[in-house]
């Protein structure tokens, strides 16, 4: 069955770094387009980066430049970088990915916990 595995988060001060990963297992890895969403308490899961099977990215307006997606073929996975992390990225991430993006994933994570520090 398709699994999706997160890790990297934790708790950082604001203006820190945090690597998330997402491991991939019971798809054709290459083949998926894959992302970040992620959720705050009281918000709607909203996205965060995206990378299609091609490599092409593409961000939302507010991690535009702090953040990057990046995918290793060969390992399954995904990884998001995340630089200057403010307090408004404390959030739930979750790792998706479908064949076809047709602006929500077939297949999630169970989430990894961001919290940042004022």
């Known amino acids: 069955q398709v699994q999706l595995v997160e890790s990297g988060g934790g708790l950082v001060q604001a203006g820190g770094s945090l690597r998330l990963s997402c491991a991939a297992s019971?798809?054709?890895?290459?083949?998926?387009?894959m992302g970040w969403y992620r959720q705050a308490p009281g918000k709607q899961r909203e996205l965060v980066a995206g990378i299609s099977s091609g490599g092409s990215t593409n961000y939302a307006d507010s991690v535009q430049g702090r953040f990057t997606i990046s995918r290793d073929n060969n390992k399954n996975t995904v990884h998001l970088q995340m630089n200057s992390l403010k307090p408004e990225d404390t959030a739930v991430y979750y790792c998706g990915g479908s064949v076809i993006y047709t602006g929500k994933y077939d297949y999630w994570g169970q989430g990894t916990q961001v919290t940042v520090s004022s």
């Open positions: 019971g798809i054709i890895f290459r083949f998926n387009a």
